[in-house]
Every structure is written in C-alpha cells, then in structure tokens.
C-alpha cells in the first residue's frame, strides 16, 4: 500500500488508523442524525464504524485500489497531522474509462469555515494528478445547498437531476448530478 497523504493549506488528508481516536471521530460524523441526513444510511453505531475502518484499511491493501476512503484532520490540531483526530471523511471511488465519484462528510462542528471546499480540491488533485483520472463525479441531495455551492465554486458543472436516487426511512429523494473534467481543473495533467 502506498499511503495517502494530501496536504492543504489548512488540512491534511490520510488514511485511517484502526484506534480508538479514528474510530470515536468517526462515529461522530456516521453517528450523527443530522450528519447523515444525505448520506444513503441511517446514522451507524460505535462498532459499525470500527468495522468500517477495517474495511477501509482493507481496501487500501487492495493490488488494484479502486476505492479510497479517508481520514481528514487539521494541521493545527498536531504536531503530525498522522496523530490529529479526524474532523471529516473523504472519498473517491473509481470506476471504468478513468473516472471516479468524488465524497465528502464533515463533523458538524466545523460546518461553513470553509474545509469541504479545500477537501474536495485536495481530492481533485489526487484524483487528476497522480490518479490520472479524466473525470470526477458527486451526486448531491437536491436540498443540500451547501454541498452544491462547494461543487460549483470548484467547477463542477451541473449534468442533471437523478430523480429517486435515494430511498432512506422509506422517503425517496431525488439528487443532483455533476461532473468535472481533467481539463477543467487548473495544474491537471489530464
């Protein structure tokens, strides 16, 4: 496995750690109602999310990685950003012909200071640079407004509304798509 180490100017992104300061920051985002209230499950115990990073660590190991899903901290937080407790959880699952769909869940504490933007533009450059993606994905709720203002500051163009995407508490919700390309992204290689 080569490990996964973004930096930005004010977070860094890693992979996770199977301790219990991961795992508590963790359940804090996958635990939280109003966290998941657009993500597609209900909020998860303490132990799912310990299983979750094992899963993670998992699919990092894998010969052909085409899932990454990581661990995102402050750079104030500690000396080495590899010992900070997460605030957040980034991801980006490949698929065919170079793309990937891009995510992003923060803890609600630190909600509007600006981090998803500098998340997602930190995942665009792994995904562009060294991934040699040719283009990246996000479906957002069609009520998460702030998750469409962060796409669309990025680049990101709007494709279209996916109606029904979503079937959580027996409530269907449709979403937004968008997409950007290798080319739209400024210092791509793509």
């Known amino acids: 496995m080569v490990p996964v180490r973004l930096t930005g100017p004010r977070l860094a992104i ?19 109602p109003e966290v998941t209230r657009y993500l597609p499950f209900d909020p998860r115990d303490r132990e799912t999310c310990a299983d979750q ?18 661990a995102v901290t402050r750079l104030a937080d500690a000396e080495d950003p590899a010992d900070a407790a997460p605030i957040a959880h980034a ?8 793309s990937a769909h891009l995510g992003y869940v ?23 640079g060294p991934l040699g993606l040719h283009r990246l994905a996000a479906r957002v709720d069609v009520d998460n407004a702030a998750s469409t203002k962060v796409l669309t500051r990025l680049g990101f163009q709007w494709e279209g509304r996916v109606r029904h995407d979503l079937c959580k508490g027996g409530v269907w919700s449709d979403s937004h798509l968008y997409s950007l390309l290798a080319d739209e992204w400024p210092g791509a290689d793509g």
């Not at 991801?91 to 170079?98: C, I, M, P």
């Open 91 to 98: 991801s980006l699952t490949l698929g065919g012909y170079r």
């Open 14 to 32: 890693r992979e996770y750690h199977h301790t219990p300061g991961d795992v508590d920051a963790l359940y804090a985002l996958f635990g939280d």
């Open 106 to 128: 923060l803890d609600r504490e630190v909600w509007g200071r600006g981090y998803a933007g500098e998340i997602a533009g930190l995942l665009c450059d792994l995904a562009f």
């Open 53 to 70: 990073i094992e899963l993670y660590l998992e699919e990092a190991m894998a010969p052909e990685r085409d899932t990454y899903r990581l």
